[in-house]
């Protein structure tokens, strides 16, 4: 996942002629907290979290993407769900149609990084495939296959921010 951050950093600079403006939560491969992550989340005053991952289950067989929002509790409010949603099914899209992986759908759960996110931005966490599925660990080593996803991620972004300027 650090690859494949890092080349969206490069891709974004190489094929927008206005390129985002994009941080990382770590460069090299540290352990940043979730807390800290959403502490620099707020200090930054992000327009968009996307936080991504690689996903692992008992069963060698599970694959496809997931992608996820928070979770709302009854209490809670919730101001950039929908914003969420929306980001979450651009890219899930992009990599669904351009990448033909799998995807497992849109999910919602009270993870840390999405709960400390709900009132600061859309935000969402992105599983990239199975490292426990030899097939989709392979796939995800190649840098061909680096490429293509931080592009597919890259796309889905701007889809969403293009969305909603036009709404």
Not at 12 to 22: A, D, G, H, R
Not at 44 to 53: A, E, I, N, Y
Not at 146 to 159: E, F, H, N, W, Y
Request: proline letters at 4%.
């Amino acid at each position: 996942v650090l690859k494949i951050s890092k080349e969206m950093i490069r891709l974004n600079q190489l094929i927008f002629p206005e390129p985002l403006e994009l941080y990382m939560t770590r460069y090299s491969d540290t352990l940043i907290s979730l807390r800290d992550r959403g502490l620099l989340a707020k200090a930054l005053g992000t327009d968009l979290f996307v936080s991504v991952h690689g996903n692992h289950a008992p069963n060698p067989s599970a694959q496809g993407i997931e992608v996820f929002t928070w979770k709302p509790t009854s209490n809670s409010g919730y101001p950039f769900g929908i914003e969420s949603i929306s980001l979450a099914n651009f890219i899930a899209l992009e990599i669904k149609d351009n990448l033909g992986l799998k995807s497992r759908g849109l999910k919602q759960a009270n993870f840390q990084v999405l709960r400390d996110n709900r009132e600061q931005c859309p935000a969402i966490l992105l599983e990239i495939g199975f490292l426990s599925n030899g097939e989709e660990a392979d796939y995800l080593k190649s840098d061909r296959s680096i490429t293509s996803l931080a592009t597919a991620i890259l796309l889905g972004i701007t889809k969403h921010l293009d969305y909603g300027r036009v709404r």
